[in-house]
């Protein structure tokens, strides 16, 4: 699926149906260069899932956790981890048990994640413009 948004309301409303399509368990992981748009995706996932848009980049705190309506989100930002090692010391397959979505940030710093993981969407958002972006979305194991 590709999609066209102007403004960051129509990534965020590209976000939220988009996130109708995703279950527990799910991962999204997200590629685009800084300022692209990933964290307003996620408010987007997140306003689906009825909580608080107050979503803000985890660059800092490695993960922010959005807990307490109809399915948890938890949105990490890989763009200080370069290892498998340092992923493991996150905790970040420990979230993999706890039945909800996992939105990942710079997920391309960790070469070969994907193959770690079951259900796997990948979301692919470039720049077109000053407040223009091309969103492309795939699922793991199907064609475009």
């Not at 993960?63 to 989100?73: I, L, Q």
């Not at 223009?132 to 699922?139: A, L, N, Q």
Request: aromatic share 12%.
């Amino acid at each position: 699926m590709i999609c066209e948004t102007n403004s960051v309301e129509e990534t965020t409303a590209a976000a939220e149906k988009f996130a109708e399509s995703l279950k527990a368990g799910d991962t999204v992981l997200y590629t685009g260069e800084m300022g692209a748009g990933k964290t307003h995706f996620t408010k987007g996932i997140v306003r689906h899932f009825g909580m608080p848009d107050t979503v803000t980049s985890p660059t800092f705190a490695i993960v922010n956790e959005y807990t307490g309506a109809k399915m948890d989100v938890f949105h990490f930002d890989l763009f200080r981890i370069g290892t498998y090692d340092d992923l493991y010391a996150t905790g970040f397959f420990d979230y993999l048990d706890r039945d909800g979505i996992i939105a990942v940030e710079w997920s391309e710093n960790i070469p070969g994640l994907s193959d770690e993981l079951e259900s796997v969407w990948f979301v692919d958002i470039v720049k077109t413009g000053e407040n223009s972006r091309r969103i492309t979305i795939t699922k793991k194991g199907e064609q475009n």
